[in-house]
């Protein structure tokens, strides 16, 4: 059964640039069918797509986000990352990596975050 | 960006009731649209995928339907487990974008 681990500093500093890590276990980065993406939730709120990626290295990004995101996966670690630099306050959240399966139903695919990390806590405070 | 509005924002039920959660895009989404659940503390699980593809171990109280803008979630009989945060996503098209949740609360 896959499952997904975030992993990088709970404190950033304002300005400064957050990083995570999302390990991927009991499956393989390096799948067809699957895109790996990564999702925020600020305290007491909603949830915001940041941006997804697959093991080719394509990827999708939020517009509201892009200038300041870098996706990134390592084949080798079983791994995908996040980069998101100039941090405020606002990017204060709890980010969660998920993976999202791909599938055919004729004629169409579908898609879906089927299988989530358990997320971990940012804080953007000097 | 298509938005996603969900109605209500907050619904009080009690055990046994029905329950229905409705979701709209600001534009048509075919059937790509899918239901999470998330409790406090814990990452969204997937509920239902392609609007009314019931996931492997969730209860068939649970129930999505419609198309195009408008869809709706559906719990038959409310159980103890099921009062959580509702939401709703849209996988149409980048960036993929969720409703704003339902919480489901003990009335």
């Known amino acids: 059964q896959v499952q997904l681990q975030e992993s990088g500093p709970g404190l950033v500093k304002p300005s400064e640039t957050l990083s995570l890590t999302c390990t991927v276990s009991?499956?393989?980065?390096?799948?067809?069918?699957?895109?790996w993406n990564w999702i925020r939730q600020p305290p007491g709120k909603g949830l915001e797509w940041i941006g997804n990626?697959?093991?080719?290295?394509?990827?999708n990004y939020n517009p509201s986000l892009s200038s300041r995101v870098t996706l990134s996966v390592d084949t080798s670690k079983n791994q995908f990352s996040l980069r998101l630099t100039s941090v405020t306050a606002a990017d204060t959240a709890v980010y969660y990596c998920?993976?999202?399966?791909?599938?055919?139903?004729?004629?169409?695919?579908?898609?879906?975050?089927?299988?989530w990390g358990k997320g971990t806590t940012v804080i953007v405070s000097s | 960006d298509i938005q996603m509005t969900q109605s209500p924002s907050s619904v009080s039920a009690s055990v046994g009731d029905r329950v229905t959660i409705t979701c709209r895009a600001s534009?048509?989404?075919?059937?790509?649209l899918a239901w999470f659940q998330q409790k406090p503390g814990r990452a969204p699980k997937l509920l239902i995928s392609?609007?009314?593809t019931l996931q492997s171990g969730v209860p068939s109280r649970f129930s999505g339907s419609g198309s195009g803008t408008d869809f709706t979630l559906t719990i038959s009989s409310l159980q103890p487990e099921d009062f959580a945060t509702y939401y709703c996503?849209?996988?149409?098209?980048?960036?993929?974008?969720f409703g704003q949740g339902t919480k489901v609360e003990v009335k």
């Open positions: 998920a993976r999202e399966d791909e599938q055919y139903s004729s004629p169409y695919y579908y898609y879906y975050l089927d299988v």
């Open positions: 534009q048509g989404v075919g059937s790509w």
């Open positions: 990626i697959y093991y080719s290295g394509h990827r």
């Open positions: 996503q849209q996988a149409h098209s980048f960036p993929r974008t």
């Open positions: 009991g499956g393989s980065v390096n799948s067809d069918n699957y895109y």
């Open positions: 392609s609007t009314s």
